[in-house]
């Protein structure tokens, strides 16, 4: 799905950066992220479904499944609270 495949690419992205191999932070992991899904996911997309597929839709995606994981990552339950930034 694509929600998997985001939130696959966000997690790898983050985890790359944690590591030290990429050199950039969240914002623009972000905007890497977005750039990957519409030049990889949506193309594989059968034609029909395609044109629902936007850059808007797929940022907000992405920006409800970052603020879901956050929410979960401090209390592990989905309640609206989010845990204050981790240290790199």
């Not at 495949?5 to 905007?31: S, Y």
Request: no cysteine; hydrophobic share 45%; net charge positive.
């Amino acid at each position: 799905s694509i929600r998997q495949a985001l939130l696959t690419a966000m997690l790898r992205a983050e985890r790359a950066r944690r590591q030290g191999q990429l050199p950039f932070d969240g914002p623009v992991i972000m905007e890497r992220v977005i750039t990957w899904a519409m030049g990889y996911l949506r193309p594989s997309l059968p034609a029909w479904g395609r044109p629902f597929i936007t850059e808007e839709r797929v940022r907000r995606w992405a920006q409800a499944l970052y603020d879901a994981a956050l929410d979960l990552l401090d209390d592990g339950l989905l309640n609206g609270t989010r845990p204050e930034p981790l240290p790199d």
